[in-house]
């Protein structure tokens, strides 16, 4: 891998999970002060500044680690995906493992655990599903 593109993948991890848990405390919040018919109400000044406080960071860290993503290549889908995978991991082990990404060097696999990790979070090509090889040789190319 280029060193130029390279950067570490724990840092999309941290920014994906401050993400969810910024989404966690706006959805927390909304559940809260919803009345009996569903529909939101915020009834002091206090309310509607902590709805407009939580909306603004759910929206503004979903939107940094959308910007880092496509900075550096990554899919943003995966990139959280892997963050919920490692809640709900450290969730079902009750802190008894900790879930983490690979870093150094496989001795099994031959290559650094965080270049791995950067080719899994590595956005697909738009025409990947359209146009891929069937590994037979074309007429004009033999």
């Known amino acids: 891998m280029n060193k130029q593109f390279s950067y570490k993948p724990a840092v999309l991890v941290e920014m994906a999970q401050e993400y969810l848990e ?4 706006y959805r927390d919040f909304i559940a ?12 002091s000044t206090d309310d509607r500044v902590s709805y407009w406080v939580k909306d603004k960071e759910s929206s503004c860290t979903g939107s940094a680690l959308s910007t880092a993503c496509r900075l ?6 995966t990139v959280i ?43 697909k090509e738009w025409d990947a599903d359209y146009f891929q090889s069937t590994g037979r040789r074309h007429p004009w190319a033999a």
């Not at 809260?32 to 009834?43: A, D, E, I, M, P």
């Open 22 to 25: 910024a989404e966690r405390c």
């Open 32 to 43: 809260r002060h919803k009345n009996q018919y569903g529909s939101l109400v915020l009834g």
């Open 72 to 77: 550096v290549g990554a899919d943003v889908n």
């Open 81 to 123: 995906a892997t963050a919920k995978a490692m809640n709900r991991f450290e969730k079902r082990e009750r802190w008894q493992v900790c879930a983490h990404l690979p870093t150094g060097w496989c001795s099994r696999c031959g290559e650094y655990g965080e270049d791995r990790v950067r080719r899994f979070f590595a956005s």
